[in-house]
């Protein structure tokens, strides 16, 4: 099982940017995907997750109603739009997942996890 981040770069704040989580390995019909991401000298965050149904999905009330967890099953791609973005969103993007079957904002209940992808906004 492999996650594989990507999408990241440099944006103006009030800009967007769309983040992609490619998985390989097998299909992930039971996975819960979630996105965390790392600011400099911060720890860790919940930012949004869903189950792969897409049945249940969380927000960080941070990005609420600025991102969006979506995913496409065909390429087993999840993804995340990130909208009218602020200088506090730039930190390194992770992408996780795990077989729970529900939602959780607790970094230590995913099992897997991708390298992360740098997303940098400016001011």
């Known amino acids: 099982v492999q996650l594989q981040a990507s999408g990241g770069g440099l944006v103006q704040a009030g800009g967007s940017l769309r983040l992609s989580c490619a998985t390989s390995g097998r299909t992930f019909s039971r996975y819960t995907v979630g996105w965390f991401r790392q600011g400099p000298g911060k720890e860790r965050e919940f930012v949004a997750a869903h189950t792969w149904s897409g049945s249940k999905t969380y927000y960080a009330d941070s990005v609420k109603g600025r991102f969006t967890i979506s995913r496409n099953n065909v390429k087993n791609t999840v993804y995340l739009q990130m909208n009218n973005l602020i200088p506090e969103d730039t930190a390194v993007y992770y992408c996780?997942?795990?077989?729970?079957?529900?939602?959780?904002?607790?970094?230590?209940?995913?099992?897997?996890w991708g390298q992360g992808t740098q997303v940098t906004v400016s001011s």
């Open positions: 996780a997942a795990n077989l729970l079957g529900y939602v959780t904002t607790q970094a230590h209940e995913y099992t897997y």
